[in-house]
């Protein structure tokens, strides 16, 4: 089992003990609204990333390398800031899991002036060693629906009573 340590700082990627998270680390660092639609973007994903990867979060479900350049295009081209904090990551053999805080900035969220804050596990399969199932798992209001004007009413005032 090994333990690996990094904060946004991409240097820090060179502190983890398999080069599979420090590949992985490295991938996060270098998607931004820069790298979507272009090659680079592809090329990134192609050195992590199983041609037949199983990617999914509380809000997708995509197979296949096509699917996973497409969403992550659509994804970095909305946004105008992103950046991950990575806490810590287990690995053992073919499995691993990577906890993380992202930022980001959204123009139609919170005027776009604001970061948003969530914070998420990735939970990680490989086979020769690149990624074939990727499963994020992390709050979706948090990420969404909290800042939405009219449901993100809704959400703060059920989170409210629950309390």
Known sequence: MDNAR???????TEQTNDPRIGAFYKLYH?????????????????????????FS???????????LEKYFEGLYENITYIDFQFHNA????DTGSVHWTM???????????????????TLLR????????????FDAGSLLYE???????????LKERMA
Not at 39 to 48: A, D, F, N, P
Not at 90 to 93: I, L, R, T
Request: aromatic share 6%.
């Open 6 to 12: 990094t904060t946004s700082d991409p240097a820090n």
């Open 30 to 54: 270098t998607l931004s609204p820069e790298t979507a639609g272009t090659e680079k973007l592809r090329r990134c994903l192609e050195q992590v990333y199983h041609p037949d990867i199983a």
């Open 57 to 67: 979060d509380p809000m997708h479900r995509i197979t296949g390398m096509d699917a």
């Open 90 to 93: 287990w690995v053992e053999s």
């Open 103 to 121: 930022r980001y900035r959204h123009p139609r969220l919170k005027a776009g002036k604001h970061d948003i804050k969530v914070d998420g596990v």
């Open 126 to 137: 490989w086979e020769n060693n690149l990624v074939v199932q990727h499963q994020d798992i």
């Open 147 to 157: 800042h939405l004007p009219v449901i993100g009413w809704l959400i703060h005032k």
